[in-house]
């Protein structure tokens, strides 16, 4: 079955290439009454969209988006909904020597000898400007977690390149992360990054980094055993996001050199409720939330179309060299803080929904 619809119950159905009329994506099973206006969509839209500062691509997409069905007199129907983005600053001829030649680090390669055929325009499908329906689709996702469960989403970017910041997640706000233009709350790391992609633009190359996640207001009991424990699905949503090269849950990888007895969460009893006093395990225990955030990390490797020279083959297997010309993102992962918050949202209201059916 081809993989362009996500989610068991909230289910979102991607469509669109980088440089055709638009992009978007149907929403089928959200729940009717759901209060929803297009103003809503776009703020997380515009946290997106390309051409925000000198940092990011220059390409200028006011990337708007049009509710085409689903939602009437300003609450959703219980009927699909379609949000449709258009592309209005497509440059197909930045592309016209990238029809023949493999681009190292994209997927030109691997989407030819899957489909023998493709749009290289900007990348085509393969293109991260999908990721605005991703976005589109989470704005509603994060809607219905906010008014059920007051559950609260905050992404930031939490390292570029080698520079790491220190930051409490358990206290980030939104505004917060909004406040840095790179989305790192670290305002000394913030710089130091700043400096750091500025100075890789000027060298035509490019940088990786990492984002960091916290859920806050998760119920205990979201999660589906076996093979849709909630931790797996994020994982999943996590690395179909462009460029996405990693993840890791609570201390991840660094969990692994911890004896049992420094790893373990302990129980404790505060205000009559049950919690753990740390959260190594980042809030999901056998695959189910326990009430504790749900804190994750992806990373980004840096971004693949550099103007800096490179080796490479023609389609018919020629060597060539390629130097990768027009509007290109230097680092990423600033522009990605919103995609990860809306693939976390899709997960989270999926599973929401679904436990609505898992006891009686
Ligand atoms: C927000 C965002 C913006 C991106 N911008 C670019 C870009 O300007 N140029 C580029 O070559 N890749 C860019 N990428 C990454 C490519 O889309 C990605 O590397 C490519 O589709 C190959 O897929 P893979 O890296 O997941 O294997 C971007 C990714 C994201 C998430």
Redesign the pocket.
């Known amino acids: 079955m081809a993989g362009n619809t996500f989610g068991q119950i909230f289910r979102v159905t991607s469509f669109g290439e980088s440089h055709g009329p638009a992009v978007g994506v149907i929403v089928d099973g959200c729940p009717a009454q759901l209060p929803l206006t297009t103003d809503e969509i776009q703020l997380d839209l515009d946290r997106?969209k390309?051409g925000q500062n000198a940092l990011s691509?220059t390409r200028k997409e006011s990337d708007e988006v049009r509710i085409l069905s689903g939602v009437y007199q300003g609450k959703t129907t219980g009927t699909p909904i379609a949000l449709l983005i258009e592309n209005c600053d497509a440059r197909s001829q930045d592309y016209e020597q990238l029809a023949n030649i493999y681009?190292p680090?994209?997927?030109d390669f691997?989407y030819d000898r899957k489909y023998g055929h493709r749009d290289p325009r900007g990348?085509g499908r393969?293109?991260?400007r999908i990721?605005a329906g991703h976005v589109a689709a989470g704005a509603i996702a994060k809607k219905i977690l906010r008014v059920k469960n007051r559950i609260e989403i905050v992404a930031y970017v939490s390292s570029v390149s080698d520079i790491r910041a220190n930051i409490d997640s358990d206290t980030l706000s939104l505004a917060d992360v909004e406040s840095s233009p790179i989305r790192c709350p670290d305002p000394v790391a913030a710089e130091k990054m700043r400096a750091r992609i500025r100075k890789i633009k000027a060298d035509q190359d490019s940088l990786g980094g990492t984002i960091g996640c916290t859920i806050r207001n998760v119920p205990a009991g979201l999660g589906e055993p076996v093979f849709d424990k909630l931790e797996a699905d994020l994982a999943k949503a996590m690395l179909l996001?462009?460029?996405?090269?990693g993840f890791e849950i609570g201390l991840g990888f660094s969990g692994s050199a911890l004896r049992g007895s420094q790893y373990n969460d302990p129980f404790v009893v505060e205000d009559n409720q049950v919690r753990t006093q740390t959260n190594h395990c980042g809030g999901i225990q056998g695959g189910i939330s326990n009430a504790m955030p749900i804190q994750f990390r992806v990373a980004?490797?840096p971004?693949?179309?550099?103007a800096r020279q490179q080796e490479t083959v023609t389609r018919g297997g020629e060597k060539t060299s390629i130097s990768?010309q027009?509007?290109?993102?230097p680092c990423?992962v600033p522009?990605?803080v919103p995609?990860v918050e809306a693939m976390a949202a899709l997960v989270l209201c999926d599973h929401l929904l679904r436990q609505q059916t898992a006891s009686l």
């Open positions: 997106r390309p691509s681009r680090g994209h997927a691997s990348g393969s293109s991260a990721t996001i462009n460029a996405a090269s980004f490797k971004t693949p179309s550099i990768i027009g509007r290109h993102d990423i522009r990605a995609i």
